[in-house]
């Protein structure tokens, strides 16, 4: 049951709890999911069963939170991310249980736009997934992921590249949907026609 009114053109299931305010239009909150105060989740998202969302964690539009994914604070997710069942980001680099961090103490993780995370995917705190990424199911992301990178593995580690669409890119960076890639920086953007 909810403890507060989600705001007006959000869903939340009669077992749902949603203590955040800040929830965009068109947004579902499914059974056993719980959002707290001082989270921010943008519109049309799908925060599935069991998924946990804290306080000071902000989710972007159009975000697929499949189940019993957990979101700490200080977790920053892009627009049009999806995350698989059992994601698990962490924020704190040195967890004790007598030492309660928060904050600023904490490090920041930042998903960028379009990345996908598949089930069972753990991140270290502290990292940026890049645009577009996409990391393998049960791989644990322990440094930054550049844009469209396709990661595997404990420890993650790039052993490709990852289309707008998802498909892993052959070695001239031309996806089978028409896209053409090239390099930039340390990640890969899109070359304009």
């Not at 009114?5 to 955040?20: A, I, K, R, T, Y």
């Amino acid at each position: 049951m909810t403890t507060s009114l989600p705001p007006d053109g959000v869903f939340v299931h009669p077992c749902g709890l949603c203590d955040s305010q800040e929830i965009g239009h068109g947004t579902r909150i499914w059974a056993f999911a719980h959002v707290l105060a001082g989270a921010r989740i943008g519109r049309d998202c799908n925060i599935c069963d069991g998924a946990f969302v804290e306080n000071g964690a902000s989710i972007g539009d159009r975000v697929t939170v499949k189940n019993q994914v957990m979101i700490f604070e200080g977790v920053h997710v892009g627009d049009d991310v999806f995350l698989g069942p059992g994601v698990i980001f962490t924020n704190d680099l040195r967890p004790r249980a007598l030492i309660k961090r928060h904050g600023a103490e904490l490090l920041p993780t930042i998903v960028q736009q379009g990345a996908t995370l598949g089930a069972g995917v753990v991140v270290v705190c502290g990292v940026t997934v890049g645009e577009h990424a996409f990391i393998g199911a049960g791989a644990v992301v322990t440094e930054d992921v550049p844009a469209h990178g396709f990661v595997v593995g404990n420890p993650g580690r790039r052993i490709g590249w990852a289309c707008t669409c998802g498909e892993r890119l052959p070695a001239d960076l031309r996806c089978r949907c028409g896209r053409v890639f090239e390099r930039e920086g340390s990640g890969l953007r899109q070359q304009l026609a």
